[in-house]
Nanobody, 119 residues
Framework: QVQLVESGGGSVQAGGSLRLSCVAS????????MVWHRQPPGKQREMVAS???????NYADSVKGRFTISKDGTKNTWYLQMNDLKPEDTAVYYC?????????????WGQGTQVTVSS
């Protein structure tokens, strides 16, 4: 099993920055891919950024050039650095661990952290 705990959300003005953290514990070596998702109010959840165990990253077009996903293996922590925030970035942000195919459970989710960007 894997436990994920997010932190770092808050309220900022447009143009500001936040860094979200996702601390993982448990079967960390079985994590194949870590994904940050977000769910804006009244909308469906969407992928924001992902990073594979080997370091390959992927971003939604809406955040390219503004957000950076990274991992600190020494701390079992994944980060989402968010710069130049816009009101449309307002959402609950979740980290999602996608497990390797050999795992019995496909993935795990954190509890989410709220990000609010005011204009």
């Amino acid at each position: 099993q894997v436990q994920l705990v997010e932190s770092g959300g808050g309220s900022v003005q447009a143009g500001g920055s936040l860094r979200l953290s996702c601390v993982a514990s448990g079967s960390i070596s079985s994590i194949n891919l870590m994904v940050w998702h977000r769910q804006p109010p009244g909308k469906q959840r969407e992928m924001v950024a992902s990073i594979m165990s080997g370091g390959t990253t992927n971003y939604a077009d809406s955040v390219k050039g503004r957000f950076t996903i990274s991992k600190d293996g020494t701390k079992n922590t994944w980060y989402l650095q968010m710069n130049d925030l816009k009101p449309e970035d307002t959402a609950v942000y979740y980290c999602h661990a996608v497990m390797k195919p050999t795992s019995t459970i496909a993935g795990y989710w954190g509890q989410g952290t709220q990000v609010t960007v005011s204009s």
